[in-house]
């Protein structure tokens, strides 16, 4: 283990678990950090607390930052419906939560900054997924810019990095490499529909059953 430190945005799902495990198999020490936005499926929020224990990370913190309180997302409003007809091209679906991810990010370079962390680690997937405007690799571009200007350790010429080795990869490469490295599937939550089970028809869980069907192990699915 090098004495390099990472923090990983832990979501309690599959790419972020992943994620996380690269950054500890590169060598890292790793602080999860997980926010509870007032998401329905609350669930990923004991599955990131569950991951991790389970891979052993230095430290894991969940912080609260209410994005339901002005709703714009059925992940965040229970009076819209989920959808469960599938991803549709060219469109971005209503689990798109306004500024998310940009929230999210900020408030990890916050912690990395105080921590001395060289990076930020992000489960974020352009390929596989809805087509989110935070999720695609021009934006984690434009956000490294502002980060390298945005702090005083960027400023200095040491800013934190950010690090989103799965973004251009397919689900079912992410599984293979999840399985590869020991992460506990099983233990993550992808479901969108915030039932004690997997609902098995939201885009997320479509997508995560597909591509382990592909990988082989469909005991894993929904």
Not at 70 to 81: M, R, V, Y
């Amino acid at each position: 283990m090098s004495d390099s430190l990472s923090i990983a945005l832990l979501s309690g799902g599959l790419d972020s678990a992943t994620a996380a495990a690269l950054a500890l198999k590169d060598g890292n020490r790793v602080i999860g950090l997980s926010f509870d936005y007032g998401q329905r499926h609350r669930r990923e929020l004991q599955a990131a607390e569950r991951i991790a224990h389970q891979l052993g990370l230095e430290d894991h913190h969940c912080i609260e930052v209410n994005l339901s309180a002005w709703g714009g997302s059925s992940l965040t409003d229970p009076s819209q419906s989920i959808p469960s007809d599938g991803v549709k091209a060219g469109a971005i679906p209503s689990t798109y939560v306004p500024g998310r991810n940009t929230v999210f990010i900020a408030i990890g370079l916050s912690l990395a900054e105080a921590r001395g962390a060289e990076r930020l680690v992000l489960g974020v997937n352009a390929v596989d997924y809805s087509g989110y405007p935070d999720c695609r690799p021009d934006y984690l571009n434009a956000f490294q810019a502002l980060a390298g200007l945005s702090s005083k350790a960027g400023r200095e010429g040491h800013g934190t990095q950010l690090w989103a080795p799965l973004v251009t990869w397919s689900k079912t490469r992410i599984v293979e490499e999840a399985l590869q490295l020991g992460v506990p599937i099983a233990e993550t939550w992808s479901c969108y529909s915030g039932g004690e089970h997997p609902c098995g028809v939201c885009d997320s869980c479509r997508i995560r059953d597909a591509a382990l069907r592909d990988a082989g192990r469909p005991d894993l699915c929904s």
